[in-house]
C-alpha cells in the first residue's frame, strides 16, 4: 500500500515542484480550486494479485531416456500430437551400443571358454588328490613294506648264520675271521631294516601329509581360479545383456494413447532440450504425457507479494474469454533462479489448481487472480486522493468551497482503492490529486522537498 502512495507521490511532486517555488504564501490556504472529488463510501475491498500464468499437468507420464551416457536423438514425435499405443516416439543413436554388443559378444565367449577350462582344473586337483591318497601312496607305502619284510628276512638269515658260524668256531671248524664277517652282515641286515622302517614313518607322517598340503592347495588356487573365471564370465554375460536391452531403449514408443508434449527447458537456453540431433542422457525427460483431467496453472509471484500467498486462496483463471475458479495449491519457499533471461525480477512458483475443464492443453497462457483478501464494509478511497506527508500520509476533505486537511490511518489495498481505517467517515467527499487542486498541499510538498534536498539525496527516496 506504502509503495502504491509513494510512487504515485513521487511523481506528481516531480511535476508540481517548479510552480510550487512561485506559489505566495497567502496562497497556501484551504481554498478548493475545483477539480474531481470521491464520495467516501462503505464497501466491500477485494485484495488480489494478477500475474501471467501458464497451463500445465499435475499428472504426467514421464517418458525417460534410460540409456547410459550422452545419446544423440534421431527422430522425435512433434510436441502437441495425439499418439496411439505402439506408436514410435523417439529414437536414439545406435551405432556406439551395436559396436559395443560387438565387443561385449567376443568377451563373453572368451571368458565362458576360461571358465570351462577352469572347471577342468578344479576337477583334475580333485582327482589329484584321490589319486595319491588311494593310489601312489599306498603303492609307495606296499612298496617299502615289502623292502622291510625282505630286509627283515636278510636279518633272520644273517643272525643264523651267524649261530650256525659261532658254533663252528667252538669247534674249530670256523675261524675269527668268518665269525667278525657273520657279526658285520647281521649289523648291516640291522641297518637296512631300520632304513626301511624310518622310510615308512617318514611317508606316513611327513611326506603324505606334505603331498596332501600341497594338491589341496593346487585345488585352492584353482577352485579360486575357477571362481574369478565364472565371475568373470558372469559380468560379461550381463555387460552383454544390458546392452543388448539398451539397444531395446534406444527405440521407445507409447504404451497407451494420448497427448504427448515436450518438457519445459530452462528460460535461459536458447535451444530445446528435445530435438533431433539434440543430446540426452540417462534419466533425462524427453516427453510428458499429461493428464488432461488434472489441470493446473504454475504462475511466478513477485518476492514483494509471496508472503500473503498461502494455499487454500482462491483464485480467478482468465483463458481468453473463458472464466474459471481455481484454489491454490502449492506455494513454493525457494525463488526460481533471476537472471538476465527474467529481467533479475526474483519470483516465487504458486501453483493454482483448476476443476476439471474440457479444451485446456498444456502450454497455454492465461491470466490468474489470486484473492489474497476481502475487506467487507468498510471506508475505502482511491489511491489519488491520498498524499504520503512527513508526519504520515493526508487527504484533504471538502465541502465544495473549502479543502480541510485529515491525516489518516490506512489499511490494506489493492491496485485502485486503499482501506481507511481513521480520519476519514463515509459519506465525506475527498479531493482527488490533491497536488493538483488543493494549494495547502502544494504548499506542504513544496517544504517537504525542500527539507529533502537540505538534508541529502537519501530524504528523497520515498
Not at 493428464?291 to 487454500?312: F, N, T, Y
Request: charged share 25%; hydrophobic share 45%.
Amino acid at each position: 500500500m506504502k509503495k502504491v502512495v509513494g510512487t504515485l507521490t513521487v511523481l506528481l511532486l516531480t511535476a508540481a515542484v517548479v510552480g510550487l517555488a512561485l506559489l505566495p504564501e497567502s496562497d497556501a490556504d484551504q481554498t478548493f480550486r475545483g477539480g474531481p472529488t470521491h464520495t467516501a463510501r462503505r464497501q466491500q475491498v477485494t485484495v488480489s494479485v494478477m500475474e501471467q500464468g501458464t497451463l500445465e499437468s499435475s499428472s504426467n507420464v514421464e517418458i525417460k531416456c534410460r540409456v547410459r551416457g550422452d545419446n544423440t536423438i534421431t527422430s522425435v514425435v512433434e510436441s502437441g500430437a495425439i499418439v496411439e499405443p505402439g506408436d514410435v516416439l523417439v529414437t536414439l543413436e545406435t551405432l556406439a551400443i551395436d559396436e559395443e554388443i560387438s565387443e561385449r559378444t567376443k568377451f563373453y565367449h572368451l571368458s565362458e571358454s576360461q571358465a570351462a577350462r577352469s572347471a577342468a582344473d578344479v576337477a583334475r586337483a580333485k582327482l589329484a588328490i584321490r589319486e595319491y591318497e588311494e593310489g601312489r601312496f599306498v603303492k609307495e607305502l606296499a612298496d617299502l613294506q615289502k623292502q622291510l619284510a625282505v630286509a627283515e628276512s636278510r636279518l633272520l638269515n644273517a643272525r643264523n648264520r651267524l649261530k650256525h658260524s659261532e658254533m663252528m668256531q667252538r669247534s674249530e671248524y670256523a675261524s675269527d675271521l668268518e665269525v667278525e664277517e657273520r657279526n658285520f652282515a647281521v649289523d648291516q641286515a640291522e641297518l637296512n631294516v631300520n632304513l626301511v622302517k624310518t622310510q615308512i614313518d617318514v611317508l606316513e607322517n611327513f611326506t603324505k601329509k606334505e603331498e596332501v598340503v600341497r594338491l589341496k592347495g593346487e585345488l585352492a588356487v584353482a577352485e579360486a581360479t575357477h571362481e574369478a573365471d565364472v565371475e568373470r564370465a558372469l559380468a560379461d554375460k550381463k555387460r552383454l545383456e544390458r546392452a543388448r536391452e539398451e539397444l531395446q531403449y534406444c527405440t521407445i514408443a507409447a504404451q497407451s494413447a494420448g497427448l504427448v508434449i515436450y518438457p519445459n527447458s530452462e528460460e535461459w537456453k536458447d535451444a530445446p532440450d528435445v530435438e533431433e540431433g539434440a543430446t540426452v542422457h540417462k534419466d533425462q525427460i524427453l516427453l510428458l504425457m499429461p493428464d488432461l483431467d488434472q489441470m493446473q496453472v504454475k504462475v511466478g509471484i513477485h518476492e514483494s507479494m509471496i508472503d500473503r500467498i498461502a494455499p487454500g486462496m482462491k483464485a480467478v483463471v482468465t483463458l481468453n474469454k473463458t472464466v474459471m475458479e481455481g484454489e491454490v495449491s502449492f506455494v513454493a519457499s525457494v525463488a526460481k533462479p533471476a537472471g538476465w533471461w527474467t529481467g533479475n525480477v526474483v519470483k516465487y512458483d504458486v501453483i493454482v489448481s483448476l476443476p476439471q475443464t474440457d479444451g485446456l492443453k498444456p502450454g497455454m497462457s492465461v491470466e490468474v487472480e489470486i484473492l489474497m483478501a476481502t475487506h467487507n464494509d468498510v471506508v475505502a478511497v482511491p489511491a489519488a486522493a491520498v498524499m504520503e506527508t512527513a508526519d504520515g500520509f493526508a487527504c484533504w476533505v471538502t465541502d465544495g468551497v473549502t479543502a480541510t486537511r485529515r491525516e489518516v490511518t490506512l489499511g490494506d489495498s489493492n491496485d485502485m482503492l486503499i482501506v481507511v481505517t481513521e480520519g476519514i467517515s463515509a459519506g465525506e467527499d475527498v479531493v482527488l490529486d490533491p497536488l493538483a487542486n488543493v494549494p495547502a498541499a502544494q504548499q506542504e510538498a513544496a517544504r517537504i522537498m525542500q527539507d529533502a534536498a537540505s538534508q541529502g539525496p537519501s530524504l528523497i527516496d520515498l
